[in-house]
Antibody, heavy 117, light 107 residues
Framework: QVQLQESGPGLVKPSGTLSLTCAVSGGSLSTTDWWTWVRQPPGKGLEWVGEIYHAGNTNYNPSLRSRVSISVDKSKNQFSLQLTSVTAADTALYFC??????????WGQGTLVTVSS | DIQMTQSPSSVSASVGDRIIITCRASQDVRTWLAWYQQKPGKAPKLLIYAASSLQSGIPSRFSGSGSGTDFTLTINSLQPEDFATYYCQQANSFPHTFGQGTRLDIK
């Protein structure tokens, strides 16, 4: 199975843009898997953010749809998350993951993003 | 959105016990359901997919069943490493919602 590693700023100012990257190693993005972002506010449960297929097809959580964008860079074997107009409610541990329907078999270790001035 | 409701929200058990966690969907999700185990500060780990298929490398004491709206995760003969939080997730329709989690503690 592939290995995933999130990276990006750990602190974002309110109203700013959260940008994270997930590097994929040990395999290619161009598989039948969907490349997914999941987040977890401190002390709370998991929230599905969205997913992308290597061809560029995306699905987003409607609660975030106007602010979220997921993209893929096959040349770098990575995919990225952008979340605009962030507030304190977006403070969370952000995980990237891969898999198919109800089968997220590979996960990154997670990266904590805090929204604060 | 499909709401996923797990019960109980928390449970205490002893090593060697059998526990059952239930997950109820607010709409039919067929068998597009997974179970994950999460330990503090760690990523979730896939245990069961397609409601009842055991992920490779997961011990056979874990099993899943159900279809439609009602699902169960059973853990037989609890081991010390099983004390964690468990989540169900549906993938029948977007967004792919998770249950609120069930925390399994040592009694």
């Amino acid at each position: 199975q592939v290995q995933l590693q999130e990276s990006g700023p750990g602190l974002v100012k309110p109203s700013g843009t959260l940008s994270l990257t997930c590097a994929v190693s040990g395999g290619s993005l161009s598989t039948t898997d969907w490349w997914t972002w999941v987040r977890q506010p401190p002390g709370k449960g998991l929230e599905w953010v969205g997913e992308i297929y290597h061809a560029g097809n995306t699905n987003y959580n409607p609660s975030l749809r106007s602010r979220v964008s997921i993209s893929v860079d096959k040349s770098k074997n990575q995919f990225s998350l952008q979340l605009t107009s962030v507030t304190a409610a977006d403070t969370a541990l952000y995980f990237c993951a891969s898999g198919q329907l109800a089968q997220l078999h590979s996960w990154g270790q997670g990266t904590l993003v805090t929204v604060s001035s | 959105d499909i709401q996923m409701t797990q019960s109980p929200s928390s449970v205490s058990a002893s090593v060697g016990d059998r526990i059952i966690i239930t997950c109820r969907a607010s709409q039919d999700v067929r068998t597009w359901l997974a179970w994950y185990q999460q330990k503090p500060g760690k990523a979730p780990k896939l245990l069961i997919y397609a409601a009842s298929s055991l992920q490779s490398g997961i011990p056979s004491r874990f099993s899943g069943s159900g279809s439609g709206t009602d699902f169960t995760l059973t853990i037989n003969s609890l081991q010390p490493e099983d004390f964690a939080t468990y989540y169900c997730q549906q993938a029948n329709s977007f967004p792919h919602t998770f249950g609120q989690g069930t925390r399994l503690d040592i009694k």
